[in-house]
Structure formats: structure tokens, C-alpha cells
């Protein structure tokens, strides 16, 4: 066992049993997700166990950048946050619902129906900018100091609402990842530029989540993106609801549920060894549903997912042979011309300039493109596709053969 094993397993046994229950949900009927919901909590040990009543509440929902309708699958569908925050309500929560989202045409909570929301629950929802961020005192392994949304750090609870997506650079957009959209978007595009491998990005991931944890996971998992999420991935009804108060337990369940290894997750990864969760199915008590009985055993991973595992593969290999299978498997991004509608979303975003809008229509320098995915991302009409070299291709396609034939 080598030293970095010993270590996690050393704090990991530490660590209590944690536990995270699995409920189905098969549409966004708010009825039936509170009642989900409920059960789901229940299933964890109840909501007075986290929320006292007065306690002021702040409930991060997943908000991308520009602002996409519900049935799009890339936020957090409202009617899932209305439900929660029905609960909170009974349990005589101050609420107030955000994410931090940068200034663009319209009103971008309005789009994705969170204004909406909000008002028929009459409770608070803010823009975290509003609020203004903290620098903490706390030092990251990688960036320092880390700076976090003043109304999530005085929260006294914060309930955290990922949804399950894939993600063209982390693999997983899950609910440690989902505490990114608490610092400033400045930072957010500068990370995006400092840490472009994906163990580095994770890293810095795990900087932010070991600063701001949530006490209560409630993932959206009724309907989850696969292929290349967190925007330009396909729909896929999963049809569950998973709740948890370790956040990094609960993506490992989500993990393991859409078939991949939870090893395989660079924040799953350094979460578990720092203490700040569980990463270990073992020591994980799944309550509800089962794994087996909810799993998706054959939904599509990112090319992200096929990357970390061919180059982990071929570590054993010559630092030349793995050298040329690192730059083979990066993919590109691209632009779909015919697409394109020259919103210039994908050029605000872009951290290094290779995105521009030339004559109406994106266009990418590829000597300056660091392939941190944020135009993919970013763009609402699936005009950037991801695009491998044609020994990527093989190498991707001869991974994924591979993983199935282990998968049987
Ligand atoms: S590529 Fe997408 S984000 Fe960029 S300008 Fe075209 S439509 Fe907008
Ligand atoms: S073009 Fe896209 S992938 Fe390349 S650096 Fe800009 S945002 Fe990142």
C-alpha cells in the first residue's frame, strides 16, 4: 500500500458511518418531490437533525451561466427547489435561495423559473455577488487566499442542490463540485486558466469545498445529463433523488449509480483524503433504494471520464508513449457554424481569448485554447462540440470496449 493509501485509510476509519438514502421521484410534480424529499430526509435521520427553527438557511441550487429554460436539464429544475424549499419552511428555516451568476441580457433567474419560484414561496433569492465575498483565512493546498460568498459563509446551514450531470473536464457535476458557484466569477475564469489538468482543477475544487461544506446534499437525479454535461450533454431520465449530509458519500453513491468508479473522481479522490468526507462505498450506509435497483449501468460518461482513465492506464508506459496518449486524448473544442448564433457567450467566458466572434460567428485560436471547456459550457445552442484526434478516437473507443467487457 503506498503512503497515500495508508493515509486515507488511516483517516477514513476515523470518519463516522455515513449515510445517504436513495429515493425514486419519475417527474417534477412538486407534490410528489416533497414527499420524496421527505422520505428521503427521513431515511438520513430527519430534518431536525440538521435545521433548527430560525436558523438562517442558504440553499445553493446550480445555476450556469447564461440562464437555460428547466427542461434543458442544466440547473437545477426550480420545481425540485421548491419542493426542499417547502420543507425548510416546516422546519422554520430563514431561507434564501442563489448561486452567483454574472450580469447578461434578461433576467436570468426569470429565465430558468427560480424568480418564479421564489415567489409563490415567498422566500429571498439573491445573485451572491449582492452579498459580496470574504477572503477566509483558511489555506488551500493550491490557491490561497480562498475567497467565498459572504451570505454562504454566514449561513448557519447551507442545503446544497446539485444535479446529476456529467462534466467535460471533472467527469462528474456533482454536490462538491456544485460549491465552485460560491466564489467570484473572476476567479472562477482564472481557475479555469491556472488549473488546466483535471487533478489540479479537483484539487482546487476540494480548496473551496473544504472552506464552504454543506450540511444537507439533496441531489436532482430525476432527470441527469450523460455524454458531455454540464450544458451540452443529452437527457436521460434516471428518476431519483438522493440526500445525504456528506456530500462527498452522496457522489460516490451518484457515482457508482451511473456505473463509473468513484476513484475515478478527482474531488471524490482528494475529499476522501482530507478528511472531508467519505469517498468509500464500503463505509458508505445506503439507505432507500438500493444501488443495484436504481443503477444506469450504460449511461455515457464525457470523453473527460475516458481520458483520466487512459492516461492512468498507461502509467506503466515510457514518459514518452504517455506523453504522446496525454496530448492524443485531449479533446478540442470546436464551433458548429450552422449553430452558431453569435450570442457571444462563449467569448465573455473564454479565459485566455482563444473564443472570439468574428462576423457574427465564434471562432477558436487553437494556439491559445487551454481546453478548459468554459465555452462548451457556456453555450446554450450546442454550437461547440468536443472534438478528439483520430488516434484519440481510438484510444477512446478501445477504453469504452474495455470498460464494458470489465462491466460484464
Ligand atoms: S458558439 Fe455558442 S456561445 Fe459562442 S457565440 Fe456561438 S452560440 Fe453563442
Ligand atoms: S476556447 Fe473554450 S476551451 Fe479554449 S480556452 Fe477558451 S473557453 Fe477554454
Redesign the pocket.
Known sequence: MSRREDSATAKQANLPRTRVSIVRAENYNVDEIRDAVRMGIELIGGLDKVIKPGNRVFVKINHLPPASLPERGIVTHPIFAEAVVELLKEAGANITVGDDIEAGPGDRFAISGFRQMCQRASVRLVNLREGGFVATEDEGRLIEPIYVSRIALEADVIVNLPKLKTHSLTILTGGVKNMYGTIPASLRHRYHRDFINIDDFSLMLTDIFAVVRPQLTIMDGIVSMECEGPAGGNLRQTNIILAGQDAVALDTVATSIIGLNPEDIGTIRHCNERGLGVGCLDAIEVTGASIGSVAVPDFQPSSASTRWLTVRMSKPLPSRIMRFVMRQTVVQPR?AVS?????????KICPTGA?T?VNE??TINKAKCIQCMC?HE????N??VLRRSLVGNTLYWLVKIARKILRR
Do not use: F, H, K, S
Open positions: 464551433v449553430q452558431c448564433t453569435g450570442c457571444e457567450e462563449c467569448a473564443a466572434i460567428i465564434a465555452c457556456a453555450c446554450r445552442y454550437a461547440i
